[in-house]
């Protein structure tokens, strides 16, 4: 049992395990312990936020929806790898769950479902009163990915809070685990929650800034990298542009802001790439592609991923859409946007989050 981290403690222990962390609008403040009690706190629960969109999901959690108030978590993990902070304190995300596990957690000796689960009913034990909830964010139907980079972030992110309270990756459970009539977090690409509690523990063995090492390279950690641009972005229709980055948040190369385009040289390399859209409107769409140049800027060519990004219904703008990428680059690894819509498109906002390796 614990009490509580305070904010600033809470975002210095996901800074020192190595996440980017962004402090979402009142977080500090935004809670719901007008409605219950928050602590003893026991453990983490991980979920997924069945939505899409890093900025709008954020906002949902924050804000949450009619039936169910916010803050719906403690912090939204993105597919980017980013942690957004969005309550402090009680939050409505674990509901009523099995009492054993409660207790099994408490003891650290947790390994999976109780054999006679209550789960979910009257006779439950209120969950948003003992544990800290990350959504990541996941539409949940089995088919969309889970990229490395955010599987990643939900083990630094549990590591980082047990570490801060001195639990085991035993104090880690999924909903699911928590509720029989839950599902998350689960699908493409995610691990079953003992290979996540595997990677936990593994994490809690070493210093907070270690990484563990890269399947192939056994004393080869991947580079990290994240950019971003926040100056608008106007795309006209069928003109080919590529992305130039402004800001370098964690990049071990430290040359690729302030107006460079190319974001890695002769890599292999797993990225998310996360884009804030306006003006795209029903049954329009923008088309993303990784591209190589040589050093005078010249195309080399793109690859045979191209991602295309569908406008949603009127009223949901600013639409925000997250594309995975995987591959090699022989040359200097950029990201190109072509707009087929027939009206100017808006890029208000672009974030890469990216892990390369050395071409061996």
């Given amino acids: 049992m614990a009490t509580a981290l305070t904010p600033d403690q809470f975002v210095a222990a996901l800074r020192a395990e190595g996440l980017a962390v962004i402090e979402h609008r009142s977080w500090r403040t935004h809670n719901r312990n007008h409605k219950g009690a928050w602590g003893p706190l026991n453990g983490v629960i991980l979920h997924h936020t069945v939505s899409s969109g890093e900025i709008s999901s954020v906002n949902l959690c924050y804000d949450g929806y009619e039936g169910l108030p916010g803050p719906l978590c403690q912090n ?36 999976d479902r109780p054999p006679v689960p209550q789960y979910g009913n009257a006779n439950g034990i209120d969950g948003n009163a003992h544990f800290y909830g990350a959504e990541c964010i996941n539409l949940g139907d089995g088919k969309d990915p889970w990229p490395a980079a955010q599987v990643d972030a939900m083990v630094r992110y549990s590591a980082a809070i ?4 001195g639990w085991s990756a035993k104090s880690v459970i999924a909903h699911r685990e928590w509720s029989r009539d839950k599902s998350d977090p689960a ?17 809690l063995a070493h210093p907070p800034s270690w990484s563990p090492p890269t399947a192939g390279t056994p004393d080869m950690a991947p580079a990290q990298t994240l950019l971003s641009r926040t100056t608008d972005m106007t795309l006209v229709e069928n003109v080919t542009q590529t992305v130039y980055w402004e800001n370098e948040h964690q990049d071990e190369a430290s040359e690729h802001g302030a107006g460079g385009k190319t974001v890695a040289d002769s890599v292999k390399y797993s990225a998310v790439l996360n884009l804030a859209l306006t003006g795209l409107g029903l049954n329009e769409s923008i088309e993303v592609v990784a591209a190589e140049e040589d050093g005078n800027g010249n195309l080399l060519g793109e690859s045979e991923m191209r991602h295309r ?31 087929r819509a027939s009206g100017n498109v808006t890029v208000s906002e672009a974030w890469l989050s990216m892990h390369t390796w050395p071409l061996s």
């Fill in 76 to 111: 939204v993990i993105a597919k980017s790898g980013r942690v957004y902070m969005t309550a402090n304190g009680r939050a409505n995300h674990a509901g009523g769950g099995d009492p054993n596990v409660l207790q099994a957690v408490i003891d650290e000796r947790y390994n």
């Fill in 162 to 165: 047990c570490r801060a309270h």
């Fill in 187 to 203: 699908g493409l690409g995610m691990p079953t929650m003992p290979e996540m509690r595997a990677k936990i523990a593994e994490r």
């Fill in 309 to 339: 990004i569908w406008g949603v219904a009127e009223g949901f703008h600013p639409q925000n859409e997250s594309v995975p990428f995987v591959g090699r680059a022989a040359n200097r690894l950029v990201f190109r946007i072509v707009s």
